[in-house]
């Protein structure tokens, strides 16, 4: 089946501990997502890919890095974790982001800083 | 600014039927999304309007009025399995996401 995989499903670090978080898709999709949720609270988008092109929210911290080296794969670097990075990070993908198109996410990375 | 707004939880009975409802406030409209999130697993897509009216799928309808920037979703026949928040997206004129915090859904025997 065609899907969005995250790794790891679960990832623990120290405050300050740079950690990189995984997502790969098979749907050959154009357009990668990575989202921020905290509890009980809406996704925060952090960036996207359209394509190779890279758009980052105006307001993600510059400790949130990300990569894309191929269409299937998309990485989400954080150099310097703090307390508040704790969150579940959410990787999507979308055939080309126009306005009927669903995101697909994956099952999402829950990163804990302590 | 851009704003959704949601109530943040509900309660229902197996069986019964439930209305979510949402309201927006954004810069244009591309279409509204609801999607269902699982405690601890990602969301996953219910429905999308971008015309007014009703569009049904099953137990699950959602509702559009663009002119009062106005959406609910309907669930039917509820289910235990339906317990879940229920998130409303909207797409902006820039084809932005722009995500409710959702409504968690709570189904009592």
């Known amino acids: 089946d065609a899907m969005v995989i995250q790794n790891p499903r679960y990832q623990v670090t120290q405050f300050g501990k740079p950690v990189t978080l995984s997502c790969s898709q098979t749907?050959?999709?154009?357009?990668m997502y990575w989202y921020q949720q905290k509890s009980s609270q809406a996704p925060k988008l952090l960036f996207h890919y359209y394509d190779k092109d890279f758009n980052n929210e105006a307001d993600t911290p510059d400790n949130f890095q990300s990569r894309r080296p191929n269409t299937s794969f998309c990485f989400l670097d954080i150099r310097s974790p703090g307390l508040g990075d704790t969150a579940m990070y959410l990787c999507?993908?979308?055939?080309?982001?126009?306005?009927?198109?669903?995101?697909?996410f994956g099952p999402g990375t829950r990163l804990t800083v302590t | 600014g851009q704003n959704i707004d949601q109530p943040t939880e509900m309660t229902a009975t197996e069986g019964a039927i439930v209305q979510i409802n949402c309201t927006y406030q954004?810069?244009?409209?591309?279409?509204l999304f609801w999607y269902q999130q699982h405690a601890g697993e990602a969301p996953t897509f219910l429905s999308y309007?971008?015309l007014d009216g009703l569009e049904e799928k099953g137990r699950f309808s959602s509702f559009l009025s663009r002119s009062k920037g106005y959406s609910y979703l309907l669930l039917k026949e509820l289910q235990m399995k339906d317990s879940a928040s229920y998130l409303c997206a909207v797409r902006d004129s820039n084809y932005q996401l722009i995500w409710g915090a959702g409504t968690k859904l709570i189904i009592k025997p």
């Open positions: 309007n971008v």
């Open positions: 749907l050959n999709h154009n357009v």
């Open positions: 999507a993908t979308s055939r080309t982001g126009g306005a009927p198109d669903e995101q697909y």
């Open positions: 954004t810069s244009g409209f591309n279409g």
